[in-house]
């Protein structure tokens, strides 16, 4: 009898437990969603939730929550109340929307959850866009953020706030450190690198205001580039970035040789090498990005760095290449055209010395031809007169 009982308690607890689990929301939602704004950019949105007498006392619960047309982040918070950023600006719309609902996390409600309440927070002052071509540049003193304002004739004013959310408190600051250059305005923000992920800033005037994160316009300073000829190669050498990690920066270039299309590269050292060509100008662009394990961030393309010059390229060899094969064919024209007009002369025609023995032979030394010996030709003597002396005068020549 006492099995029986107990058989009978387990089966109930069974089916109850069973019958909360088919219920389509066994976790109530919460309820009296309300907010308040902390600063210029942290609203703080707090609600109310009652436990159910039926829920297992072994039942625990969390709240998720979430911003909608934001970044994708949800959080997980045993408290009543969160703090956000609003940063309506990123949104593009005039308020920022969060859902909220109740999760089980423990016990016999793991994984339960009740519907989504959405909560619909306006900005404190219409959205407007009050500024163009917002870029900040971040060195080791802090950031330069400089724009180009919409409307000219109305002042303009900057917030900031660094280090992320802090539930409850406030720690947005206001920029004083203003200037002016040509169309553009600026102001400089005491910000680290470290702290640049987790800044927000607000532009404001008369017209309405903007926030935003800074990282999405910020940038690092574009890196000086030094240039060095070794023989056939051009060394090409940058400094590191003196902000964020060492082992993030990725060099990017591009460059034209001899005002040919343009070469991009991508390298992870601070130092490259191209070839070089004597006669050619190189121009060269070059930017810093981080890699992809790594926060974003990235500069602008520097100025043009130029080395060399274009200049005609020595053509003695290409002369030397055409004129001489050329001469060679003339005279081998010419001289086989003077060979053939004077061949009887450098290789004359050899009587056949058979043909005149055999002649001989025939015909005695008398008859043969005498166009086919060599006949000596008679030298010319000159006739001797001698003349006998009579003896009687030599005798008288004597006495």
């Known amino acids: 009898m006492t099995f029986t009982r107990e058989f009978f308690a387990i089966l109930s607890c069974t089916a109850m437990i069973m019958l909360l689990h088919c219920n389509a929301d066994p976790l109530p939602p919460p309820t009296d969603l309300s907010y308040k704004w902390l600063d210029p950019f942290t609203v703080n949105v707090s609600w109310l939730w009652q436990r159910p007498r039926n829920l297992p006392q072994d039942c625990e619960i969390m709240y998720e929550c979430a911003q909608q047309n934001a970044k994708p982040e949800i959080r997980r918070i045993e408290s009543r109340n969160v703090s956000w950023n609003c940063l309506t600006g990123e949104t593009g719309s005039q308020s920022c929307t969060f859902t909220i609902h109740t999760v089980g996390t423990k016990g016999s409600c793991l994984d339960w959850k009740s519907k989504f ?234 009587p056949d010395p058979s043909a005149i023995f055999k002649e001989m032979m025939m015909n005695g030394n008398k008859e043969h031809k005498t166009g086919s010996l060599y006949t000596p030709v008679p030298e010319p003597v000159e006739p001797c007169k001698i003349t006998l002396a009579a003896e009687t005068s030599v005798l008288q020549q004597n006495s």
Not at 311 to 325: M, S
Request: glycine share 4%; aromatic share 8%; proline share 5%.
């Open 117 to 350: 309440e959405n909560i619909t927070i306006k900005s404190p002052k219409p959205q407007a866009k009050v500024v163009e071509d917002f870029k900040c540049i971040l060195d080791p003193m802090g950031m330069n953020c400089s724009w180009i304002p919409v409307y000219p004739d109305f002042d303009l004013t900057l917030s900031y706030k660094s280090g992320g959310v802090t539930e409850g408190i406030t720690n947005s600051k206001d920029c004083h450190q203003y200037y002016s250059s040509g169309r553009r305005n600026g102001c400089y923000l005491e910000v680290s690198d470290q702290q640049l992920f987790k800044t927000c800033i607000l532009v404001n005037n008369d017209i309405g205001r903007s926030t935003f994160e800074a990282l999405n316009t910020s940038l690092v300073p574009s890196p000086k580039l030094n240039i060095t000829q070794d023989k056939h190669l051009l060394n090409l050498s940058w400094e590191t970035p003196k902000v964020g990690n060492l082992k993030c920066w990725t060099y990017v270039f591009n460059y034209t040789e001899c005002n040919k299309s343009m070469k991009s590269q991508k390298t992870t050292t601070n130092t490259y090498s191209i070839p070089y060509d004597e006669n050619c100008l190189y121009e060269i662009q070059s930017r810093v990005e981080t890699t992809k394990i790594c926060q974003t961030m990235r500069s602008d393309l520097s100025e043009v760095v130029t080395y060399g010059t274009n200049r005609p390229r020595d053509g003695t060899l290409t002369v030397v290449a055409i004129v001489i094969p050329i001469i060679l064919c003339v005279c081998v024209i010419l001289s086989c055209y003077c060979f053939r007009k004077h061949s009887n002369i450098l290789c004359p025609i050899i």
